[in-house]
T-cell receptor, first 113, second 110 residues
């Protein structure tokens, strides 16, 4: 089955800096890659996703890049703010209605004012 | 629009007691439904998923079971809780790709 590795497990940055979280996956058939943000005690929420037919997707201060050849994808957050502090999860799936998501173990991002 | 309801929000149960957590989805038909567990400070572990009424797939053998008696209802159960069953339980749904999560149930087994 699919295996998703996520690094780093913890990331501390100063407000205004950029943050990058990286994930690798094992199943070359995976073609859907979402990122979730989970604030303390709350549910994970989808913040951005990418399909394998594109290499990069951007939404304001967040962007995701995908390298299918190397089987890795990354989340980039620019101009970080304290409210970006949360746990971020990457995931991978086959992208069909019956496929399940395989999640990484999460990255705790701490943005200091 | 679609909404997902999950209850209760918190639950404290003694070891050996039964468990029933319920999840319902509104605004969509024939969704895929999922139960995840998240231990404190840990990742999301998929427990069960269902692609239709009465169809349950188990990802991890354990002390829990799931049922889908109606199209938009998903129930997580246990006959006898263990201390290790403590955690944050999340229900989720999808139609095509991705998961949308419910607000979760924080279960503490004492």
């Amino acid at each position: 089955g699919e295996n998703v590795e996520q690094h780093p497990s913890t990331l501390s940055v100063q407000e205004g800096d950029s943050a990058v979280i990286k994930c690798t996956y094992s199943d070359s058939a995976s073609n859907y890659f979402p990122w979730y943000k989970q604030e303390l005690g709350k549910r994970p929420q989808l913040i951005i996703d990418i399909r394998s037919n594109v290499g990069e997707k951007k939404d304001q201060r967040i962007a995701v890049t995908l390298n299918k050849t190397a089987k890795h994808f990354s989340l980039h957050i620019t101009e970080t703010q304290p409210e970006d502090s949360a746990v971020y999860f990457c995931a991978a799936s086959l992208g069909s209605g019956y496929s399940t998501l395989t999640f990484g173990k999460g990255t705790m991002l701490l943005v200091s004012p | 629009s679609q909404t997902i309801h999950q209850w209760p929000a918190t639950l404290v149960q003694p070891v050996g007691s039964p468990l029933s957590l319920e999840c319902t989805v509104e605004g969509t038909s024939n969704p895929n439904l999922y139960w995840y567990r998240q231990a404190a400070g840990r990742g999301l572990q998929l427990l069960f998923y269902s692609v239709g009424i009465g169809q349950i797939s188990s990802e991890v053998p354990q002390n829990l079971s799931a049922s889908r008696p109606q199209d938009r209802q998903f129930i997580l159960s246990s006959k006898k809780l263990l201390l290790s069953d403590s955690g944050f339980y999340l229900c989720a749904w999808s139609v095509q790709v991705g998961n949308t999560f419910g607000s979760g149930t924080r279960l503490t087994v004492v």
